[in-house]
Nanobody, 123 residues
Framework: QVQLVESGGGLVQPGGSLRLSCAAS????????MGWYRQAPGKQRELVAQ???????NYADSVQGRFSITRDNAKNTVYLQMNSLNPEDTAVYLC?????????????????WGQGTQVTVSS
C-alpha cells in the first residue's frame, strides 16, 4: 500500500510564505501526477496546483504567480512553495497523487490522499 504524509503547515501573517511537503511511501513503482488541493470551511475542495512528470505544471488562477509546485522523484516528494499569502488562502491543504504500486508480481494504480495540513493566514 501507499501513504502520503504532508508537513509544513502553520500560522503565517499576510504577505508571508510557507513551504508544504508531501512524501509518498510504500511499494511504489512510479508516480505520474502529484497535486495539492485545499478546502476551506464551508467551501468545496479545489485544486491548487498539480505537476505531471518533472516539469509540467498547472495552477488555479487564484494562486498563479504566487505558488510554485515542484517534485523530487528520488524522494517521491512534492512541494508547494506559497508566497504572498493572504487570508483567502486559509484552508486545509491536501496532497493527492496517482501512484502505481506493486504487490508481489502485480501492479496497481490508485489515487491517494494525505491527511491534510492546516494553513492559516492571519495577523
Amino acid at each position: 500500500q501507499v501513504q502520503l504524509v504532508e508537513s509544513g503547515g502553520g500560522l503565517v501573517q499576510p504577505g508571508g510564505s510557507l513551504r508544504l511537503s508531501c512524501a509518498a511511501s510504500g511499494s511504489i513503482v512510479s508516480i505520474n501526477r502529484m497535486g495539492w488541493y485545499r478546502q476551506a470551511p464551508g467551501k468545496q475542495r479545489e485544486l491548487v496546483a498539480q505537476i505531471f512528470g518533472e516539469t509540467t505544471t498547472n495552477y488555479a488562477d487564484s494562486v498563479q504567480g504566487r505558488f510554485s509546485i515542484t517534485r523530487d522523484n528520488a524522494k517521491n516528494t512534492v512541494y508547494l512553495q506559497m508566497n504572498s499569502l493572504n487570508p483567502e488562502d486559509t484552508a486545509v491543504y491536501l496532497c493527492n497523487a496517482d501512484v502505481t504500486w506493486r504487490s508481489g508480481t502485480l501492479w496497481y494504480t490508485n489515487a491517494y490522499w494525505g491527511q491534510g495540513t492546516q494553513v492559516t493566514v492571519s495577523s
